[in-house]
């Protein structure tokens, strides 16, 4: 049974940084791509950003590109995401995810319907 663990979240002020990890357990990872969404009060949950089984290739939502930073350390089968320069619009519920899939392309990555493995998720919030 895969399990996810995220942690990181809190309080920070706009402009402020937070570093979110996603612990994993149950299957070694460096097989799957791995990603992280998120979800605000009365939004539908959106895709954020997501990185390859090997770590080489990484793909985000424009709305974040040039101040998150996703990475992965498979020895400590463990993916981290460095948010910084916040803004409070990055308010939400951040949850990691993993899919059975090998295969890493545009077609499904953003999707959180193809994602089998979710985390409980951890509230980030961002104060103006």
């Known amino acids: 049974q895969v399990q996810l663990v995220e942690s990181g979240g809190g309080l920070v002020q706009a402009g402020g940084s937070l570093r979110l990890s996603c612990a994993a357990s149950?299957?070694?990872?460096?097989?799957?791509?791995m990603g992280w969404f998120r979800q605000a009060p009365g939004l539908e949950r959106e895709f954020v950003s997501v990185?390859?089984?090997?770590?080489?290739?990484?793909y985000y939502a424009d709305s974040v590109k040039g101040r998150f930073t996703i990475s992965r350390d498979n020895p400590k089968n463990t993916m981290y995401l460095q948010m910084n320069s916040l803004k409070p619009e990055d308010t939400a519920v951040y949850y990691c995810?993993?899919?059975?899939?090998?295969?890493?392309?545009?077609?499904?990555?953003?999707?959180?319907?193809?994602?089998?493995?979710w985390g409980q998720g951890t509230q980030v919030t961002v104060s103006s």
């Open positions: 149950g299957r070694t990872l460096s097989t799957y791509a």
């Open positions: 990185i390859r089984g090997s770590g080489s290739s990484t």
């Open positions: 995810a993993t899919s059975n899939r090998v295969s890493f392309d545009s077609s499904w990555y953003q999707d959180g319907k193809k994602y089998d493995y």
